[in-house]
Structure formats: structure tokens, C-alpha cells
DNA sequence: ATGTGCGAGCGTACACCATACGGAGTACGT
DNA sequence: ACGTACTCCGTATGGTGTACGCTCGCACAT
């Protein structure tokens, strides 16, 4: 079993989680010599790698570097890259207070969800982390909590309170996914649409010459001439919402 | 300018991904040695070492064990190890035959969805590909058109046909992603949910003592109690496909 | 029939990565 | 004063993708 060494792991990372929540209990002394910096220098660090350059290419080396510490050392405040990621995860959450939630349910379900949006723009590797292994971290619960504060007194189940939030979650993370990979193959090819299309539009033409795409073509085309380019994730984002929140209220209305 | 050695990776691996609906040009000459296998060889061994082990741990080492060579002659047959995943992802698409899309709007909508929950379920690691620069491939296209045949003749523009797919294929994919983590956590830590919590209750329950959670508490014991689990990822499925149907099928009414 | 040269296969090397281990130095508790 | 716990970090291990250049089998032109 591994249930120990994994187990240690996981009380320290949900301890530094919880770290200003929680007095810490028998840490006990503060021996040998002062650290360099802090745990919360070390999440910053981070942070801002992470909003630099993503998480490809992201290194416990480059976190050292720019903290000035050796790569070893980093391990002595966190216990590992994935463990970091997630405190990061947990830290962003907490960056900006959740707004109020008022007015009527669609409102609310409006709120939250450019709450998210907001976040996933301002930090785009959010959509990287892998989300199999999520740390319960203080903002992480608040957020669960506010979510649910938007769809309370609704009359409808527990259950569905959960559902419908997860919905919205995840829909928001969706539409951030694909506002991402466009800015991203834009930025990293450093070409436009219009480029890409220019270069490879002989050789596309004449490999989908033998099948031919009717409505892929007439789309394609209405969209390019409408965005000026292949798409428009602000507003997918708008009008996703839009459907989104007329079916859950939809649901709403019809179980009352 | 890179453009030169990028641009060729890109028309090698287009003409790869096209390869058996394009007449290969004037590839001209088959000197040297028979190659050893074939290009849907390296493809299929690449999904199935996928399909065995996700993308965290795929290696183009691995997948030439799988084919019997050395790692460098895997090379010779793709340009690298994004092209073979980009291979991988067409192939996948085009497995199965997309079912014929009958009946009214919502059924047609609620057939691709499960299509693709479907695909999902079958190749997981599809939910790790890296999207920000899809490679457009036969089966791709073929995609594309048919989810678009799902909503043509609506009465709706060209520009919300495709804000349609869109919502629907990314409401998909988060629905997927979730089933997808909580497997993997339960099978990765090879404890079941309610292991788990009686691990890290106590610590969880010390730090979360101060703060506290009404909803979260109450909506997190219900889902418990009726899944046995934190969360149903079939139900949260048809839950949220049925409200994402709605909202759709009502937007079409309104237009009309 | 022959020999030329293309291209498959691949061994090696390089530049990265996470992180285990153990040593050196430091500062507190006693 | 001294043990000891703790920080910092050099080094090593075992992984990754892939560039480079070698060998040699084989198809074609002669």
C-alpha cells in the first residue's frame, strides 16, 4: 500500500491549502536557518509564470529561477509541480472577491458565469490543469458555495441545484477553451486567419476537392466574412449563455 | 522567417491526413527498402497506446515498441509526435459512421450529442488533446458537415448554425471531461469516493471548521446519498443535454 | 547484369524535465 | 555549548522529444 507516502502528501498540500485559515496546530519550531521567501511568494512565482508562458512549458526550474532559488529548494516549500499547480489553482480562485448575486435567477446564472469567464481570460492555463485530481482549497469550497448561492430557493432538488451549476461551469469552460486556441494558434504562428488560409488554401483545395462540403462551405464562408476570421469566441460565448440560461429557467419554471 | 520549415511540417502532414482520398501527385519514386509497416499502422498503434494509457504517458517511444522499430524510424512514416496525435484524433473521428440524423430538431441535436458522448467514452484521452491548432483532416470535415446537416433548414443564419454546434460539441466535451475525472481519480488512487473522504475527513473537517458551507454541505450530501458518490456523470449528461436542447429548440421558435 | 544513389532503419547525443538522495551550513531549544 | 531540525542545493537517475549522421537494402537506369 501506498497509502502512506501518498496520504503525507495529501495532508501537507490540503494543510498549505487551508495555510491562512487555519492556525497551525503543533507546527512546532522554526529550527535551522530562515527561509528565503514564503510559500505565497513561491504560488506567486507561479502564477506568473503560468500567465507568461502557460503550462506546456511550465518547469519547476523556471519557478526557481525567478524566486533565485536553486531547483531543490523549491521543494521545500511545496511538495511537487502538481501539488504547486493546484495551490495556484486554489489561489486564483481568491483573487477577486465573488460579486453580490441580485435580481432575478437568470441574472444570477449571468453573474456567475462572467465571473468565470473573466477569470479564465485573465488566466488562460486554468484550462490546463488537470482537473481529475482537484485540491479542496478554501476558495475552491467558496466558489462551490457562491455557485450555489445563485440557484438556492429556486424549488428544485438538491441534486438539480448541483446540475444545473455544473452546466454552467461547464459550459464557461468550454467557451474560455475556445477562445484560447484561437488567440493561441494566432499568437503562436505568428499569422493572421487570412495568412494561414492564404498558404494553405492550394493544398486544401485540392485535398477536399474530390468530397464537397456544402454547408461546411457556405458556413465557413459567412463566418469569415462576418468576423474576419474563422470565429467569434466572445460572441459564441454571448449567445451559448443566452441558451443555456433559457433552458435552466425553462426547467425552473416547469418544476414549480 | 520559419516559415519555409513550418510550412512543409504542415503540407506533409496534411497530405497525410488526406492520404487516402487524394491520388498521391507525382510522388514519384519507390527506391530503397520496403518500409517496414504502414502510416495507419503507426496510427493505430499510437490510438491504441492512447486508448491503454491517456496522453500524460504517451511516448513515441512506446509507440514504436508497440510497432516492433526504433524510436527514430517511427519518423520516417510522421513528422512528429503533435502530427501523430493530430493523425490519431482524424482516425478516431472517423470510426464509426455518423448515424443519419432523423426526426425534428431536438432529436436530431440529442443524436450528434450522443454521438460524440459516445466517441468520448471510447477515447478519453481525446478530452487531453491540445486544440489551439486543430489539424483539418478528411474526418474532421465530414465531422463538421454532418453537425451542421443537424441544424440546416432551421431558419436560422449561417453564423447561428455554427454558434449551435459549437454550444452543443463544447457542452459535450465538459459533460465528458467530468465523467472521464472522476474515473480517473477512482482508478488512479484505487480508492472509491468513500475511502477517501474517510482519509481526509478529519483534516478537512478541522480546516473547513472555521469557514462554513450551508450549501455545499447539504447539496454535497444529497448528491452522496444518491449516487453513492460525488456525482453522476451520465445523469449530469442527460440533465444538462436536455436544458442545453431547450434552450436551443426555444431560440429556433423565436426566430420563426 | 550491374552499379548508383535513394531512402528506411536506427544508434547516439543533446537538451530538457521531475525529483530522490545526501551533504553542508545555520540557528534554535535545551 | 551542543544536538538537532531545517534550509538550501549539487548531483544523479530515469524519463522525454527529436536532430544528426551512419549503414545498408533495394529499385531503377544504364
Redesign the interface.
Known amino acids: 500500500m501506498a ?1 502512506d507516502g ?2 503525507g502528501t ?2 501537507r498540500t ?2 498549505l ?2 495555510r491562512h ?2 492556525v497551525e496546530a503543533g507546527s512546532g519550531s522554526a529550527r535551522g536557518p530562515k527561509q528565503k521567501t514564503t510559500v505565497d511568494a513561491v504560488i506567486g512565482s507561479g502564477i506568473a509564470l503560468a500567465d507568461d508562458e502557460g503550462l ?1 512549458t511550465f518547469s519547476m526550474r523556471k519557478v526557481a529561477e525567478r524566486l533565485g532559488l536553486g531547483v531543490m529548494s523549491v521543494y521545500t516549500y511545496v511538495p511537487g509541480r502538481d501539488e504547486l499547480i493546484g495551490l495556484m489553482v486554489d489561489q486564483v480562485m481568491g483573487e477577486r472577491p465573488h460579486p453580490p448575486l441580485d435580481g432575478d435567477l437568470a441574472a444570477r446564472l449571468d453573474a456567475v458565469a462572467r465571473h468565470l469567464w473573466d477569470e479564465y481570460r485573465r488566466h488562460p492555463w486554468l484550462l490546463q490543469v488537470d ?4 485540491w ?1 482549497g ?1 476558495n475552491l ?2 466558489r ?2 457562491w455557485e ?2 445563485a440557484v ?1 430557493g429556486i424549488g428544485v ?8 451549476v ?2 454552467l461551469a ?2 464557461v ?3 474560455a ?2 477562445a ?2 484561437m488567440e ?2 494566432q499568437q ?2 505568428g499569422m493572421s486567419d487570412a495568412e494561414w488560409w492564404e ?2 488554401a492550394p ?2 483545395e ?3 476537392s ?2 464537397n ?4 462551405g ?2 465557413g464562408q ?2 469569415g466574412e ?1 468576423y474576419n476570421a474563422a ?1 467569434n469566441p466572445q ?2 460565448f454571448e ?2 449563455l ?7 429557467v ?2 425552473v419554471r416547469a418544476q414549480q
Chains 1, 2 share one sequence.
Do not use: C, H, K
Not at 462540403?213 to 461546411?216: G, I, K
Open positions: 497509502t501518498t496520504a495529501e495532508d490540503l494543510a491549502l487551508w485559515r487555519v506546456d482537473t481529475s485530481r482537484p479542496l478554501p469550497a467558496d462551490y458555495e450555489l448561492s438556492e432538488s438538491d441534486i438539480e441545484m448541483d446540475q444545473i455544473t452546466l461547464g459550459f469552460s468550454s467557451a477553451r475556445s484560447r486556441d493561441r494558434t503562436r504562428s498558404i494553405n493544398l486544401l485540392r485535398v477536399m474530390g468530397a462540403y456544402p454547408l461546411a457556405r458556413v459567412a463566418s462576418a470565429s460572441l459564441a449567445f451559448g443566452a441558451r443555456v440560461i433559457d433552458g435552466v425553462a426547467f
